[in-house]
C-alpha cells in the first residue's frame, strides 16, 4: 500500500505486474517520502538548517508507520529533524 493506494495505479493495469510490485517495499516508501518532503521545502522557499526560513520536518506515527516515521530519521538525517514512533514494532 505504499505506492498504490486506492485509485493511484501509476502503470496502469501493470501495477500489480511482479516487476512493479517489486517497488513496494519500505525502502523505496522512505525514499518516497523524503522526496516529498524535498519537494515540499522548495516549493516553500525553506532554506537550510539554522536561517530563520527553515522549515523543521517531523515524522509521526504509531505502530507500523511509527516504524516508518523512526526510520525516517534514522535513513534521512538530512531530512527530517524529529522523529515520534508510537507502539513501534
Do not use: I, W
Amino acid at each position: 500500500d505504499h505506492r498504490f493506494y486506492g485509485e493511484s495505479l501509476p502503470f496502469g493495469n501493470e501495477s500489480f505486474s511482479a516487476t512493479s510490485l517489486q517497488r513496494m517495499n519500505t525502502q523505496q516508501a522512505l525514499a518516497d517520502a523524503a522526496a516529498f518532503v524535498r519537494a515540499q521545502q522548495e516549493l516553500r522557499n525553506c532554506s537550510k538548517r539554522g536561517s530563520s526560513s527553515y522549515c523543521p520536518v517531523l515524522t509521526v506515527g504509531g505502530s507500523y508507520p511509527g516504524f516508518l516515521s523512526a526510520m525516517m530519521r534514522l535513513r534521512y538525517p538530512a531530512v527530517v529533524d524529529m522523529a515520534y514512533a508510537a507502539s513501534a514494532p
